[in-house]
Nanobody, 120 residues
């Protein structure tokens, strides 16, 4: 069983930065890709960024492109989300998730979430 634990959330002023971390533990961890999602109150969960575990290819939602950076440290089983130029609309609970297979869009493991609040 894989466990994902996020950290690094908190309160930041608009224009500021935060770095979220997600550490995986449990069985030998070798996902196909890792993703960061977020869910704001009253809104559906949305995909923010994705990184492939082996090659490090990345994808970003248009809303965060140029401001957020996803990265990973395979040796530490950790994925990061660097959030720069934060906006109030970035306020949400942020979740990391692991997808173990390349052949499915499904994410198999989820963290418990970390709250990010951006004040204006």
């Amino acid at each position: 069983q894989v466990q994902l634990v996020e950290s690094g959330g908190g309160l930041v002023q608009a224009g500021g930065s935060l770095r979220l971390s997600c550490v995986a533990s449990g069985r030998t961890f070798s996902p196909n890709r890792m993703g960061w999602f977020r869910q704001a109150p009253g809104k559906e969960r949305e995909l923010v960024a994705v990184i492939t575990w082996s090659g490090g290819s990345t994808y970003y939602a248009d809303s965060v492109k140029g401001r957020f950076t996803i990265s990973r440290d395979n040796a530490k089983n950790t994925v990061y989300l660097q959030m720069n130029s934060a906006k109030p609309e970035d306020t949400a609970v942020y979740y990391c998730a692991a997808s173990m297979m390349a052949t499915t869009p499904r994410y198999d493991y989820w963290g418990q979430g970390t709250q990010v609040t951006v004040s204006s």
